[in-house]
Structures are given as C-alpha cells and as structure tokens.
C-alpha cells in the first residue's frame, strides 16, 4: 500500500521495534549498522528464483543474488533489483564496512519553534539568548553570530525555563521514539544517558542542565510523565529551588511540583482538561504560581502537606477564550494578555480584575515581559507591534513594528548585559519561526529566520556556499551558507515540495504540492516561467548536468522531460516516461546526461533512456552509467544504508557527497547518518546524528563538501553541519575561482556547448539488449550539421512524434520528407530521434 509522504510516519509498532532491535546487540560506540541478508554479484545459487531464503520472518532483507554482477533486496515481499559496476567483481556483501574518518558537528540550527510554543525566549547571564526547535537548545551568541547546541534531547521540546542565576535551564520534551538501538548514538552528545534507564529514557522528561558546559545535571519525570511537557517554570523567591512542570495527559494536564536537585515531586493536581499554554511562579512567593491556557486562569499555593489549594480567576464581563502569556510586577501582581487583545492587572493573593487596559493589541496579546526588575511592561501581539508600557499601565510609552514576513510576536525576553543594561532593546521570536532584535521605538532588525510550515524541497548551489529550501507555506528562500542568512525570501501561489538550481545557479525551478512548477531568477527572486504537469504533487525534479533537460517526477507516477533554452528561461516538454506504478520519489540523470534511474512509493528502481523515452529494461546494460548524483535511496551503491527492520519508509533521502567518499541519508526517526561512500555491504557501520525532532526530508552536501544540510518535516527546521576529519579539524575546501567569487551576480561558466556523450560503449550494450526483445532501435549516423528546419521539427512536434501518439503538423511532415531524401534515413522516427540526439549531445 502506498504512503504518502509529508506527514510524520511510524513505520513499524513499538513491539515489532524491540523485537527487531533485541535480535542483535548494538555497537556501543553511536555507529549502526544495516541489514544483514543480501544476494552478492556473481551468486550463482537460485540466481533465477523469485523467492529467497530469510535469515529472520520479520526482516524485509531477502537474499540470494539474482546472476553476475545483480543485486536483489526485498521490502515488503518486492523484489528491488540493483546492477553492480564492473569494478565490484565477486563482492563479498557480508563483510563488515567501517564508518567514515569524516564526522559531522552542528554548526547552525535555522529556524525557531515560535508557531505554537510560548515563552521560550530567555537571555543567558553570558549576554546569549537561549531558545529551541526541533530536538535542539541553541544558544546563540549575538555579538558573533555564533550558536552553541544542547544536544541531550531525543524528540520534540516544548517549553525552557531558565534559573535565576541565568546559567542553569530546564528543557522538557514530549516521548521519544522506541528504539533501543538507538541509545548509544545519545551517550555520545550527553553522557548522562550512560546512566539511563533503558525501559525510560525515551519517554517524556525534563532536563536540568549548564549552560556554560552543557552538562546535564538532572532529568526528571522519565517514567512518570504522560504524553509530554508543555510548560516548566523555576522558582525564584527561594533561589530556584522548586522547578513546576505542567504534563499533558489524555484525561487533562496535571500540575506538579519539583524539589529538582534531590528529584522529589513535591505535590500534584489536575489543572484542566483544556489546552494549558503557560505556567510562572510568583517573583516574590515560591509557593504560589499561575497557570494559564484556553478558559483557563488558576492561582495555586502548594501547602506544607503536599496539597494544592486552586483559584480559578474572576474575569466577570473580560472573559475570552484564551489567555496566552503571564508576567508579573515588582510587588508580585500578576499581569496577563488575552485574545481579545486586553492586558489584564491582577493584584497579588486575589483572583480578581484590578485594572484592564482594553484593545491593547489589534487581535490577540500573545508577549509579555517585563523590563527593569518589573517597574516596566513590553507586550507583543499578533498586530506585530511592541509596546512599551509605563509601570501604572496607562498609556504606551513607544511602539515598535518587527519586519515584515516573520508573523506576529510569539516570545520576548530582554537583552540587559552590558552597555544595553540601561536601553530598551530586546529580542521578539515571532510566529514564522524567526527572532528580530530591537530598542522599542526603533527599528526592529532580524537576527534568525526560518520556515513557517513543514519543509521538503533543498537544493545547493553547483559553485557557491548557498543554497534554496521551499515549504508548505509557500516560501521559497535562497540562504548564505557562510553568512547563516537569507538572501531573499519569496512567496509562491502553492505549497512547495521540492527544488533545484540549474548548473548556471543563475536560476531556481521548484515544484509544488498542486502539479505546478515554476522558474525563478535566482538573483531578484522574480518567477519568470510557469508550468503544470498534471493536478498531483511534483516529488522531484532535477536539471541535467549539461542543463539542456529537466526531469519533474510527479505523484501521477510520470516523470516529464522538458527541453531547457535561454539559460533555463524557457522550456519545452518533450514527451513522459511511462512505467512506474507508484508516485516518483527520486531521480538522478547520467554524468552525460543521457540516461535517469528513478525510485517510486512502491520500491521501484527504474533506468531510462532520455532519447527514446523508453524504459531500459536489461538494467546489465547500465553497468558502467556514471551518475552525476547519488539520491536514489535503491541502487548498489547506497543500499547497505538501509536498517534492520526497515519497511521501506524509513530512509526518506539521501546524497553522497561531490568527492564519492561519503554517502548521508535521512529517515523518518529524527536522525542524519554518515556512511562511507560507496556503501554496499550489509554490514555498513555509519555514524548516527539526533537532533531533529521529526522524519528528517532531506540531505544534500555543498558544492566543496565543506557542509551538509538537513530538513526536517514537521520541525520545520534546517541544521547546517560541518564535515571534519576524524581529529575535530573543518574539512578542506576546494579553491574557489574568479567565476565562483562573483557571488552576487551568480555567474559561472554558461553551458553554451552540451558535454559529449562518453556513453558511447553503453549505448552499444543497449542497443544489444534491445535487440535481443525486438525493439526498435536507432542506428548510429555519421555526425552532420543540423539544419535549422530538423530543429524546428524537434522543438515543435517533441518526442512524441517518435511513438506515433499525435498527428503531425503538415510543414513537419514536409520538412522530414525533404530530410529523408537528403539524408537517405530510414524512418521519420529514426529522422526524430537522431536530430534530438545530435542537438542535445553533439560537440562542436
């Protein structure tokens, strides 16, 4: 059965996970490795037979080999058949691979998780700014623009709350995944998890830990906790001792409270049934705290007997459906803001209104801090305005605008340290995912952005260090991978599924979730070409490395050839390739770009000849085919990144890098791993790195394999990791040229001639191989000079002229009478293909 992509997906039951994962024990070093039944090239037992033997029922893996030089692999009972090189001779594929020297290290995270957590924004004692998304803390540095990462989480983070020293902060998470295997990777970035429970380490906690050396320093409520955390706040008046934490629970959230250094729970009650959005101490008593959330408004003092005594706030003719963020004065009266955009004043040790300011904010009050040890006020609402308040509340001091494209104010927290003690300035984290900086009454400038809704599309440019990620939201943005920063930023008519930039990096073709693609200009963002191929969604679409072609793999099962001209400006289709009988998934053209092998929902590995519009189907004829990517996740070189108990759905991409020495892969449990390149034993050790929170999308190295992006799904996240050596050292880039140095115009060498066809000896198999079923096929010509007329006829009538599916036009069918006379060729249709032959791959 087909899945859809675009949603988080869990392949297999927690039972069948433990299951798989007690059938061998990991390696504790944080490696893995994949799974062990494989046929082998040159298996000469069962080589014909449809059915192999299986090491375990539960496992996918099947073996034997299929003949010389085949691969077979099984998932889900179909067999997926991968051709090995000539090179490969009598491979042993049980023998065990070693991970690469090179290692991967988190250098950025873009992006922030402002569209439905709330105050999680806080400034550090060190001037930093702390905050989360994904699985990730990042504390960010504003003076460098440098990010340091607190790696000890292994699923989504929902709330922070940070001591009164500034230094100690508290992270809690919602449950992780089931996967026993997968603990050691953790021990490797938190080496607290050597001490771990294995039956609760996965499950929903909070963690306690420095921000100085990331340590962590305790973790509560594993085993104890429900669903997850959604809100945890420290107290203050007794110098945080007490940490609150609020558990989601299918019945309702619970109120608990924490004696955190000795790991005591202190008291609980059930807090409501309803959404709860936040929970504050009281500054000035450490047994009193307010919670927050939809109808929902309760003062509680815990009692010495461990009892929670509850009052529900009083909003008489005030009341409104949420209320969204919780402050409090020097004197410990609380402030709230609601989404009917009031901020409401209530006095300390009452429930009741003392003081309203109505219409504070066009929509809702979703911010508010407090400046100046609490004698003055900063909201933020979805009118994307600031607002200074004096410390009565009745008149705004200064108003301040955050940049347009970032949504409205999610999160603020004061930047104090130093020089800026004395000003206004602070930063907003905002609904779309982003963080600006400012002095109330200023402008407001951005510091981070990211991606509003889930991301699939990534591509990297062929010569400079950027590249192009797209979304459901609609935006499209071009990054500076060395700056950390968008370039532009644009928004298209549909949601985005995938993207890449033509050889030039001149210009930018996405494909969208509607069966629309378009072409942007990569220097002013301007779409200057549009174009539909059928009403599903276009999974991938990949230019030819000579940039005369663009393949577009849709959700129709079709992948559609286009003819590219004027530097990628305009197109022309020139036929479909028929006979996958799943949604494509991924596609990777020939060094030459002559040939394409595709993958599809359903497992499928197909090659195509380009030329013919036809499937190869004697894959022995593809033997020796140079490709110019590796992003298929079948095929000989890739498979032993595959894991044990995989279903098919587990690895989502993958990319191996521009020097063929490693081999990254993605999957839909949160994890990037590195593997040498090629990898093709069932025994590949590879490096494994958490951090996403959700199906990571996608992979892809830049141009100098200096770094390796990733997307996450529905963390909406983007990591940038740096390749190094085995000793910690970055990984030597290649010499950039004059070409590659004129960043801002985008220039590169213009591919004005195609490259030649160095396939010359495969063609040959090919046609051999046809031969063999009867097919029809195209005899080799001398070259010649194209006329201009045989141009036209290519252009104009495409590739569909060559099976017949369409009449053709009268001056055509003159123009290929004249060339037959002329030429003495055998057939209009040998006449058709020749042309587009000698267009697309003749040299000069």
């Known amino acids: 059965m087909e899945q859809r992509r675009g949603r988080r997906r869990r392949s297999t039951s927690p039972a069948k996970r433990r299951g798989a994962s007690r059938a061998r024990s990991p390696p504790r070093d944080g490696t893995r490795s994949a799974p062990p039944d494989y046929g082998h090239p040159g298996s000469s037992s069962e080589s014909g037979s449809s059915t192999a033997r299986s090491k375990s029922p539960d496992r996918p893996w099947k073996g034997p080999g299929m003949g010389p030089g085949m691969v077979r692999m099984y998932l889900k009972g179909r067999p997926i058949a991968m051709i090995a090189p000539q090179e490969a001779g009598q491979v042993d594929l049980s023998r065990e691979s070693k991970p690469p020297r090179e290692q991967l290290q988190l250098e950025w995270v873009y992006g922030y998780r402002g569209r439905d957590c709330r105050a999680n924004l806080y400034q550090l004692a060190s001037g930093e700014v702390v905050y989360f998304i994904a699985a990730i803390v990042v504390i960010y540095d504003p003076k460098r623009h440098t990010q340091r990462h607190y790696l000890g989480h292994n699923d989504d983070i929902k709330c922070i709350s940070v001591h009164p020293d500034r230094v100690l902060v508290a992270s809690g998470q919602v449950g992780g995944h089931d996967r026993s295997e997968e603990l050691p990777c953790y021990e490797r970035f938190d080496p607290y998890y050597k001490n771990a429970d294995e039956n609760n380490w996965y499950k929903p906690h909070i963690r306690i830990w420095d921000s100085r050396t990331l340590h962590t320093l305790q973790v509560i409520g594993a085993g104890k906790l429900r669903l997850g955390v959604c809100a945890v706040s420290f107290s203050v008046a007794d110098g945080g001792a007490k940490l609150a934490v609020v558990d989601e629970s299918g019945s309702g959230h619970m109120l608990r409270m924490w004696d955190w250094k000795n790991n005591t729970m202190l008291g609980e009650a059930k807090a409501t049934t309803e959404p709860l959005h936040v929970a504050a101490f009281n500054p000035v008593d450490s047994r009193q705290l307010v919670t927050a959330g939809k109808f929902h408004l309760a003062f509680w003092h815990l009692r010495k007997d461990g009892v929670f005594n509850k009052k529900n706030g009083i909003f008489d003719d005030l009341k409104a459906k949420f209320v969204h963020c919780i402050a409090f004065t020097h004197t410990g009266d609380v ?188 220097m002013t963002s301007d779409i200057i070409y549009e174009r539909r191929d059928g009403a599903e969604q276009l999974d991938c679409l990949v230019y030819s490395p000579n940039g005369r072609l663009l393949a577009v793999g849709s959700h129709d099962n079709f992948i559609y050839i286009y003819a590219v001209y004027d530097d990628g400006r305009d197109y022309k289709k020139l036929g479909r390739l028929e006979g996958h009988s799943s949604f494509v998934t991924h596609l990777d053209w020939s060094s030459d770009s002559r040939f394409l092998q595709s993958t599809s929902g359903d497992y499928e590995l197909l090659y195509w000849d380009v030329i013919t519009l036809r499937h190869v189907g004697h894959v022995s004829a593809m033997t020796d085919v140079t490709w110019n990517t590796y992003t298929c996740v079948f095929g000989y070189n890739v498979f032993g990144m595959w894991p044990e108990g995989a279903d098919g759905t587990d690895v989502n991409a993958c990319a191996a890098s521009n020097d063929r020495t490693m081999l990254a892969s993605s999957d839909d449990f949160g994890k990037v791993n590195l593997f040498k390149f090629p990898c093709c034993t069932h025994k590949s050790a590879g490096h494994i790195y958490p951090g996403h929170s959700s199906h990571v999308t996608c992979v892809r190295f830049l141009y100098d394999d200096s770094y390796l992006l990733s997307t996450g799904g529905a963390d909406c996240a983007v990591f940038q990791w740096r390749v190094v050596g085995k000793n910690g050292r970055p990984r030597p880039t290649k010499t950039v040229t004059n070409a590659t140095r004129k960043e801002t115009s985008f220039a590169s060498p213009r591919p004005d001639r195609p490259l030649k066809n160095t396939n010359k000896h495969r063609t040959a198999k090919l046609r051999d191989a046809e031969t063999q079923t009867s097919r029809p096929t195209t005899p080799t010509a001398a070259k010649r000079p194209i006329r201009e007329e045989s141009r ?53």
């Open 335 to 522: 402030v709230t803001g609601d989404s009917k955009g009031n901020i409401l004043l209530w006095k300390k040790d009452t429930n009741r209104i003392s003081h309203a300011i109505m219409g504070a904010h066009k929509g809702g009050v979703l911010a508010l801090h407090t400046l100046r040890g609490g004698l003055a006020l900063v909201s933020g609402g979805s009118d994307k305005r600031v607002v200074l308040w004096d410390g009565a509340l009745q008149a705004p001091l200064k108003v301040s605008q955050i940049p347009a494209g970032l949504g409205g104010v999610r999160s603020i927290c004061a930047w104090d340290h130093g020089k800026h003690a004395a000003e206004n300035v602070v930063f907003v984290g905002t609904l779309g995912n982003g963080i600006c900086k400012g002095e109330i009454g200023r402008d407001f400038t951005s510091v981070l952005e990211g991606h509003m809704e889930e991301l699939w599309g990534l591509a990297t440019h062929p010569f400079a260090p950027m590249f192009v990620t797209c979304d459901y939201s609609k935006q499209v943005v071009l990054w500076n991978a060395m700056k950390r920063e968008p370039m532009w930023r644009k928004s298209i008519k549909y949601a985005a599924q995938s993207a890449d930039i033509y050889p030039t990096g001149r210009i930018i073709a996405v494909g969208t979730t509607s069966g629309r693609w378009c072409v942007l200009d990569a």
């Open 792 to 844: 036209k006829v290519v252009s104009e009538s495409k590739a569909t002229f060559s099976t017949g599916s369409l009449p053709m036009k009268d001056e055509n069918r003159n123009v290929l009478s004249e060339l037959q006379k002329t030429e003495n060729t055998d057939s209009e249709e040998q006449k058709l293909i020749q042309q587009l032959v000698d267009d697309i791959f003749a040299s000069s």
